[in-house]
């Protein structure tokens, strides 16, 4: 009877973390593309912004009917976002940390401002859930990994089998990520180095703004004022945590998206602590998610320290160095 | 240029606003009549001013050692935090709370930073997202304080903590300021001495430019990173204390920072690590924040404010580069008389 409400509290547990992690999970992923190639985009939280204001606009202005539609405007917003960005940090060689902000914060103002009149105005233009048909209702199990919208299939599983097909296993990857450790000898090689840094940047931002879509169109579903509360920088630190890596990248944002629904879920089923009963658990529960963050972004640092990491897991060597061919 | 680069990106925000169909030039005039044209206007230019001033003296600490401090905020609010906890808990003659109120705030933003500290400087993690995060941690954590566990039950429609009974001597000749705006100007001066006179603020300086050149030195790089950092939070944790203990501001809400660090942050940015020139920048981008309060009523939000922030910033980072620009004749070899390349 224990062991069945344990069992029980984990699967609900996972089943509300994994459209609570899709979001981080698509800005992670987007995020280390542009890393990869060398590039650090800072303003994930503005590119989650765009994503999702744009994906509202398309939805209660434009009269989208899709959701796939709405979230393709979103990606393109967040693109040219992301384009600007590409600009300032690899034709101009600005400093990719303050460019990065600079990204963060007016992204965040841009979207409020835009989002101003359709704030908590519910979007019905929504994705639908996946249903694997009669046979498997059985809850438990089933329920927690299988019914869920596409996007969060795409995200969990094909964008990353797809992005480390790409990146491991094709000479084209290796191109991109020889552009990412060693920029001046992949340009020897002949490899253009601003051009799959332009490309890969504006396609990670798309991947951004596709998190911010999925949140209004999905996960809220409605728009309210900074919208990401905080998941685009999350989406940096899984990326460390991930060390660069596809698929621990949603590891990690499963990690964060449990401690997110621990919340609810804590609040739902009524728990409570010796120290923290009622609303306390609550507020201590809510700081949880960035502790466990901060905490998981020492760990690749803390296993190098125990010798427990070989080097070839660490960052990319050219990340967010500017690379100018005359100066190499 | 980067001063260049912030007034191109300014004017490109008017550019913005007249496109979205405002018209930049009266709201131009109206911020600087909000600002200067009154009293009031320059005094609450001047109260948004000490904030934004004390976290960008932190940042711009930071920055000397190339150490990127965005959880100003988080250090700032958890100052304010200590000191109300202080405040509202120790009883003793005024000067008295008052001081134990900024050690304990100065301690606070201190431990605020330690882990990212100690993470950065003895295992090489990237401070701008641990510090960042702990923003978040802050926020959660005054929002517990005051909705929570030193709610002040009597006032019923303020969800805010008890209010902290001292407050500081107001500065005279003024309705709202107090001693507190003395200050970040008081940090500013000292910095600027031990980073001209002093054999600390050199070193710190070595290994901001080149940290194989401190190790080389002799310089026990690690510590004037750790120490560095640490010092940085606690400048902005006695923010939070100086900004609590003003007449009208002495309880805790989850509103009690308006993202000062970042203004804070962006303003350390502009000043590329010139303390007197913090203190320029922190009283114009201090005036930017008052004009944009008072243009809400205007039709303009705060959001614009933000979105013009971050168009400034981007502007700064490319007048930085435009600074550097310069060209470099590299000499290649003169062809051979035989034409044959070597």
């Known amino acids: 009877m224990m062991l069945a409400l344990i069992d029980n509290a984990f699967l609900s547990l996972i089943a509300s973390a994994i459209p609570a992690s899709t979001v981080v999970v698509l800005a992670a992923?987007?995020?280390?593309?542009?890393?990869?190639?060398?590039?650090?985009?800072?303003?994930?939280?503005?590119?989650?912004?765009?994503?999702?204001?744009y994906s509202v606009i398309a939805v209660t202005s434009w009269n989208v009917t899709s959701p796939w539609t709405a979230?393709?405007?979103?990606?393109?917003?967040?693109?040219?976002?992301?384009?600007?960005?590409?600009?300032?940090?690899?034709?101009?060689?600005?400093?990719?940390?303050?460019?990065?902000?600079?990204?963060?914060?007016?992204?965040?103002?841009?979207?409020?401002?835009?989002?101003t009149n359709r704030n908590g105005t519910p979007i019905t233009t929504l994705f639908r859930e996946v249903d694997p048909g009669g046979a498997f209702q059985t809850g438990g199990v089933v329920e927690a990994f299988f019914f869920h919208d596409p996007v969060v299939y795409i995200a969990y599983v094909a964008l990353p089998a797809l992005l480390w097909f790409v990146m491991f296993r094709t000479r084209h990857g290796m191109?991109?990520?020889?552009?990412?450790?060693?920029?001046?000898?992949?340009?020897?090689?002949?490899?253009?180095?601003?051009?799959?840094?332009?490309?890969?940047?504006?396609?990670?931002?798309?991947?951004?703004?596709?998190?911010?879509?999925?949140?209004?169109l999905s996960f809220t579903p409605t728009w309210s004022p900074d919208i990401a509360r905080g998941r685009g920088w999350v989406a940096l630190a899984v990326v460390i945590f991930a060390v660069w890596k596809p698929f621990w990248v949603v590891a990690g944002a499963l990690l964060y998206g449990s401690m997110i629904s621990l919340d609810a879920t804590a609040q739902a089923r009524g728990w409570s602590l010796p120290f923290l009963g009622g609303s306390d658990l609550g507020f201590f529960l809510s700081m949880l998610p960035f502790l466990a963050t901060l905490v998981a972004i020492l760990v690749p640092a803390a296993a190098a320290q125990l010798g427990l990491r070989s080097r070839s897991t660490a960052a990319p060597a050219a990340l967010a160095v500017p690379y100018s061919r005359e100066e190499r | 240029m980067r001063v260049l680069g912030a007034v191109v990106a300014l004017l490109a925000s008017g550019l913005a606003l007249l496109l979205s169909g405002r018209n930049p030039i009266g709201l131009g005039i109206d911020a600087l009549d909000a600002v200067f044209g009154s009293r009031r206007g320059i005094e609450g230019t001047a109260l948004r001013a000490l904030p934004i001033l004390m976290t960008a003296l932190g940042v711009a600490l930071a920055l000397r050692i190339k150490v990127w401090n965005i959880g100003s905020d988080g250090q700032f609010l958890m100052g304010a935090f200590a000191a109300v906890g202080v405040g509202i808990h120790l009883s003793g003659p005024g000067w008295f709370v008052l001081i134990v109120m900024a050690l304990a705030a100065t301690l606070a933003g201190a431990v605020w930073i330690l882990v990212p500290a100690l993470a950065r400087a003895y295992w090489d993690v990237n401070e701008i997202i641990t510090t960042l995060l702990l923003n978040f941690v802050a926020v959660q954590l005054v929002t517990w304080a005051a909705l929570g566990f030193w709610r002040d039950t009597g006032a019923a429609v303020i969800q805010s903590t008890e209010q902290v009974p001292v407050v500081l001597a107001s500065l005279p000749g003024t309705q709202s300021l107090t001693i507190a705006l003395l200050v970040p100007i008081a940090i500013a001066a000292a910095l600027a001495w031990v980073f001209r006179s002093s054999k600390w603020g050199y070193e710190v300086d070595i290994v901001g430019g080149n940290p194989k050149a401190g190790v080389f030195a002799g310089i026990n790089v690690r510590r004037r990173i750790l120490v560095v950092m640490l010092i940085s939070g606690s400048i902005a944790g006695l923010g939070g204390m100086l900004q609590l203990s003003a007449p009208g501001a002495q309880a805790l809400s989850s509103g009690f920072s308006a993202q000062f660090g970042l203004a804070g942050f962006i303003v350390a940015a502009l000043a590329g690590g010139s303390f007197r020139g913090v203190i320029v920048a922190g009283f114009f981008i201090a005036s930017m924040f008052f004009a944009g309060l008072v243009l809400q009523t205007k039709g303009l939000?705060?959001?614009?404010?933000?979105?013009?922030?971050?168009?400034?910033?981007?502007?700064?980072?490319?007048?930085?580069?435009?600074?550097?620009?310069?060209?470099?004749?590299?000499?290649?070899?003169?062809?051979?008389?035989?034409?044959?390349p070597a």
């Open chain 1, 29 to 53: 992923t987007g995020c280390l593309l542009g890393e990869r190639v060398g590039v650090l985009n800072m303003g994930q939280e503005g590119l989650i912004g765009i994503g999702a204001v």
């Open chain 1, 71 to 115: 979230m393709l405007i979103g990606m393109v917003a967040a693109a040219v976002a992301g384009f600007v960005f590409a600009i300032a940090v690899v034709v101009v060689r600005a400093s990719q940390v303050l460019v990065g902000l600079a990204l963060a914060l007016g992204g965040v103002g841009l979207s409020n401002q835009l989002g």
């Open chain 2, 301 to 340: 939000s705060v959001f614009i404010i933000f979105a013009i922030y971050g168009v400034i910033l981007t502007g700064i980072a490319i007048g930085e580069v435009a600074a550097r620009y310069r060209l470099v004749r590299t000499d290649v070899a003169p062809p051979r008389p035989g034409g044959v």
């Open chain 1, 175 to 216: 191109n991109m990520r020889a552009v990412g450790e060693n920029p001046a000898a992949a340009d020897a090689a002949g490899v253009s180095v601003m051009g799959s840094r332009l490309v890969y940047c504006v396609l990670g931002a798309a991947i951004s703004g596709a998190g911010g879509a999925y949140m209004v």
